[in-house]
C-alpha cells in the first residue's frame, strides 16, 4: 500500500464534510465491533473451558458405561446380535435451538424421548436388572454427548465468527480508516494551497491598482504644472462609490 | 431460511464404533432404520477398511437428518484428514473412547483447534 493510497474524491469543502461524516462513521463502527468481537471472545473462552471439562468427564461416563455392558454380557450372554439386528425407530431424538450471543446464532442441542423402548423385552429371560442399568448408563451417557455436540458446535461457530469480526476490526484499523485519513490530508492539503493561490492573486491585484493610481497621481500633479486643473473634474465612470473590496 | 427448518426438524444421532459401542448407544435407544433401511450407525468389523469407514462417515455428513456423529477415536484416527477437513459445525463430530483405547485428547479435532487458541493467549498474558 502507497502513501497516496485514497479515495477517488474531489478536494472541496463539502468533499472534506463527507470525509469528516465517514471517517466518524468508521471510527463508530471499529468501536462496536471491537465490542462485539471482546463479547464474543468471552463466551468462546467460557465454552472452550466447558468442552475441555466435559471431555474428561465424558470419559468417566464412557467407562462406567462400557462396564455396564460388560456386567450385562456376563449375566444374560451375548445380546449383540439381537440388540443390532432389532433397530426400528430411535427413542432418543434431538431437537435443535437458538442461543444467541451478540448477534450470532449458535444452535443448542437438546435430547428427548420419543416413543417406546425398543428392547422393552431384552433381558426379559435373565439379567433384566443389569440391562437397565445398562441402558440407564448410555442414556446419560447419550445426554453428556448432546450437551458436548452442543458446546463443539458452537466453539465452531463462534471460532469462525471471531475471526471474521477480528478481520473485520483490522481491515477498518487498518484500511480503511488510514485511507480516510489520508484522503481528508489530500484535501486540506489541495485547500490550502487553493487559499494561497486565492490571496496572492489578491496582493498582485492590490499591486496594480497601487500603481495606476500613482500613474494617474502623477500626471495629475504634470498637468497642474502647465496650468490645467483637473482635480475637480468628475470622471463620467465614476459613480461615487469606492471599491467595495479596496 | 435453513434456521427456521433447524427449530422445526428434529434429528439423529449417528454412531461409528466397534460392536460394544454401537450395542450400548442402541440400547440407550439412538438406533434408527429409516424406510430405505439406511441405519444411522456403522459396526466397524474387524476386517473393515478405512476406506469403508470413511465412506461411511461421509455418507453420515452427507445426511441432513443427523446432527451428531459419535465416532471411536481409534477409527476417527484412522480418517483423521477426513474428520479433519470437516470444519462445518453442522453435524458435530464427536470422538469417544473405545473399551480398548483410553481417550487422548492430543488427538480429537476439535481440541487441536482449541490448543491452537490457548496458546496465543498464554503468551498473550505473559506479555
Known amino acids: 500500500m502507497s502513501g497516496k493510497d485514497r479515495l477517488p474524491i474531489f478536494p472541496s469543502r463539502g468533499a472534506q464534510m463527507l470525509m469528516?461524516?465517514?471517517?466518524?462513521?468508521?471510527?463508530?463502527?471499529?468501536?462496536?465491533?471491537?465490542?462485539?468481537?471482546?463479547?464474543?471472545?468471552?463466551?468462546?473462552?467460557?465454552?472452550?473451558?466447558?468442552?475441555i471439562e466435559t471431555k474428561t468427564l465424558m470419559g468417566d461416563v464412557m467407562k462406567e458405561a462400557a462396564f455396564s455392558l460388560a456386567e450385562a454380557k456376563f449375566t444374560?450372554?451375548?445380546?449383540?446380535?439381537?440388540?443390532l439386528q432389532n433397530v426400528t425407530k430411535a427413542q432418543i431424538k434431538i431437537r435443535t435451538k437458538k442461543d444467541n450471543v451478540a448477534g450470532v446464532t449458535l444452535p443448542v442441542f437438546e435430547s428427548y424421548q420419543d416413543g417406546a423402548d425398543t428392547y422393552e423385552l431384552a433381558g426379559l429371560a435373565r439379567g433384566g436388572q443389569q440391562l437397565a442399568k445398562l441402558k440407564k448408563n448410555y442414556q446419560s451417557a447419550v445426554k453428556l454427548l448432546v450437551e458436548l455436540a452442543s458446546l463443539q458446535t458452537s466453539f465452531v461457530t463462534l471460532d469462525e465468527v471471531i475471526?471474521?469480526?477480528?478481520?473485520?476490526?483490522?481491515?477498518?484499523e487498518h484500511v480503511i480508516i488510514p485511507r480516510i485519513d489520508r484522503t481528508l490530508a489530500y484535501i486540506i492539503s489541495e485547500l490550502d494551497e487553493l487559499e494561497r493561490e486565492e490571496f496572492?492573486?489578491?496582493?498582485?491585484?492590490?499591486d496594480k491598482k497601487r500603481e495606476a493610481r500613482q500613474k494617474a497621481d502623477a500626471k495629475?500633479?504634470?498637468?497642474?504644472?502647465?496650468g490645467i486643473d483637473v482635480r475637480q473634474q468628475a470622471n463620467i465612470l465614476d459613480e461615487g462609490d469606492d471599491d467595495v473590496l479596496f | 431460511m435453513s434456521s427456521n427448518e433447524l427449530d422445526s426438524e428434529t434429528k439423529l444421532m449417528a454412531v461409528i464404533g466397534d460392536e460394544d459401542t454401537c450395542v450400548g448407544f442402541l440400547l440407550g435407544g439412538i438406533g434408527e432404520v429409516n424406510e430405505q433401511r439406511q441405519s444411522n450407525f456403522m459396526?466397524?468389523?474387524?476386517?473393515?477398511?478405512?476406506?469403508?469407514?470413511?465412506?461411511?462417515?461421509?455418507?453420515?455428513?452427507?445426511?441432513?437428518?443427523?446432527?451428531?456423529?459419535?465416532i471411536n477415536q481409534v477409527y476417527a484416527d484412522l480418517i483423521r484428514a477426513t474428520v479433519d477437513a470437516h470444519v462445518l459445525p453442522l453435524p458435530t463430530v464427536l470422538e469417544i473412547p473405545s473399551k480398548q483405547q483410553e481417550y487422548d485428547s492430543n488427538k480429537d479435532s476439535i481440541l487441536k483447534r482449541a490448543n491452537q487458541f490457548e496458546i496465543p493467549w498464554r503468551?498473550?498474558?505473559?506479555?
Do not use: P, W
Open chain 1, 20 to 51: 469528516k461524516a465517514r471517517l466518524a462513521g468508521a471510527q463508530k463502527g471499529h468501536g462496536l465491533l471491537k465490542k462485539k468481537a471482546d463479547a464474543l471472545q468471552m463466551r468462546f473462552r467460557m465454552i472452550l473451558g466447558k468442552i
Open chain 1, 76 to 83: 444374560s450372554g451375548d445380546i449383540n446380535q439381537v440388540v
Open chain 1, 163 to 172: 475471526k471474521i469480526t477480528n478481520r473485520r476490526v483490522n481491515a477498518i
Open chain 1, 200 to 206: 496572492y492573486r489578491l496582493k498582485k491585484i492590490q
Open chain 1, 220 to 226: 495629475k500633479a504634470e498637468l497642474l504644472q502647465q
Open chain 2, 43 to 70: 459396526v466397524v468389523e474387524r476386517d473393515s477398511s478405512a476406506a469403508d469407514i470413511e465412506a461411511c462417515f461421509k455418507r453420515f455428513l452427507a445426511r441432513e437428518d443427523i446432527a451428531i456423529i459419535i
Open chain 2, 123 to 127: 503468551c498473550s498474558c505473559i506479555t
